[in-house]
């Protein structure tokens, strides 16, 4: 398959161009971007492929796609904004901002701890619907007043998507804005870059339509035979609320209700070349903005989490920050010191201090552990710099 390329590659870059390009063969119903920003300017800025099969809509520059986890990582931007205007403290507990947040044994709790996936919420104790996951009232309430899977602070599990309201309710209560409209004022009207934490109605025709590969499936297909409680897999599913796969052909994230609320664990949409400019931002001045000051940075990505979860497992494993994914073996970025997330299906952003880089790669093609797309991307990256 010969995918014709869009956009442009600044002369060295070629190989990362045909690393970008490799991604699509075989799969005739892909679409994807890449973009590199490095000391402020981008040097790659690809896409290509189809944005929705259904209709044959091309991908464009500006199509923006359901970045999923992704979104974690802009949300702990915004908290380490606040940690750095001093009005957010890691250390503090939740409750001192939020205090419904003390109930059930979770007093103690630090921001850093809830941050780190150690808040022991990682999924809910009982199932919820979609109508609970479109209702942020509901939903921290939900989790506040929920006593934790294990003691806080004694390990971590992943908080699939409970992180993003535990993570977005602090933010709020600290900025006194949601966090998408924080989002929204300290980050995307800046830059002036299509992203949102709760997408517009207006531009629902503009995102991309997503798929599942067959291996994807087939994993959460057999996770959803595993016996109750199978607490991962209920962090995904929030116990109904989503599908295994979390989209369908016209639920799930692919349907405006979800991608229109604001689901700050996993339902942020962007474009690649928005998450590059973002995590760009945080390490270096891009289009005259610098979100984030070096003495932060070093505290937001202080290693927390790592090694098995409370809930076993097998590697590789992640390594996590104040919300930050960190370079390791379960995701490799350029080098130690890179900091930002990926996202289910295969989207991926980050930033590099050290190189002053920032990285973006979105697709609607969603694949597993099989998925080797962004990792040869990077692979060919690498030598490069």
């Not at 259904?54 to 908290?79: E, M, N």
């Not at 309430?141 to 390990?155: D, I, K, M, R, T």
């Not at 932060?296 to 097998?314: K, P």
Request: proline share 6%; aromatic share 8%; glycine share 12%.
């Amino acid at each position: 398959m010969n995918i014709a390329l869009s956009g442009s590659v600044e002369p060295g870059f070629e190989p990362v161009a045909e690393a970008f390009a490799a991604g699509f063969e075989g799969r005739d119903a892909m679409g994807a971007a890449l973009h590199v920003v490095i000391e402020g300017q981008s040097v790659i800025n690809l896409w290509a492929g189809v944005a929705d099969q259904r209709s044959g809509r091309a991908w464009f520059a500006d199509t923006p796609s359901v970045i999923f986890s992704c979104t974690k990582g802009l949300v702990s931007i915004l908290a380490a904004r606040l940690v750095q205007e001093g009005r957010l403290d890691y250390d503090a507990p939740v409750s001192t901002y939020w205090p419904e947040f003390a109930a059930a044994g979770k007093a103690d709790v630090t921001v850093g701890q809830a941050l780190a996936h150690q808040a022991g919420l990682s999924a809910p104790r009982d199932d919820l619907s979609e109508d609970d996951i479109v209702d942020w009232d509901r939903m921290v309430s939900v989790l506040a007043a929920q006593e934790p899977l294990w003691q806080p602070g004694s390990g971590y599990a992943y908080h699939a998507l409970t992180h993003g309201w535990v993570a977005g309710e602090i933010v709020r209560r600290v900025s006194g804005l949601s966090v998408g409209r924080y989002f929204e004022e300290l980050i995307t009207k800046p830059l002036g870059v299509d992203a949102w934490i709760g997408l517009p109605d207006a531009v629902d025709d503009r995102a991309a339509h997503l798929q599942v590969s067959p291996p994807l499936s087939a994993l959460w297909a057999g996770e959803a035979k595993k016996p109750a409680p199978n607490w991962p897999f209920k962090a995904m599913t929030l116990g109904g609320a989503l599908p295994a796969d979390l989209v369908t052909a016209d639920g799930g994230f692919n349907k405006q209700r979800i991608r229109a609320a604001e689901i700050p664990g996993a339902g942020g949409l962007a474009s690649a070349e928005a998450l590059a400019t973002i995590w760009s931002a945080t390490v270096v001045p891009t289009r005259g903005v610098r979100l984030l000051e070096p003495a932060v940075v070093a505290a937001a990505t202080r290693t927390r989490s790592a090694g098995v979860s409370v809930f076993g497992g097998e590697p590789p494993y992640s390594r996590w920050g104040c919300g930050f994914q960190l370079d390791s073996e379960a995701r490799r970025y350029i080098s130690d010191g890179c900091f930002g997330h990926d996202g289910a299906g295969g989207q991926v952003g980050f930033a590099d201090p050290l190189r002053r880089i920032g990285f973006g790669y979105v697709t609607n093609w969603m694949m597993g552990p099989e998925d080797l797309r962004a990792t040869r991307i990077l692979d060919a990256l690498r030598p490069l710099l």
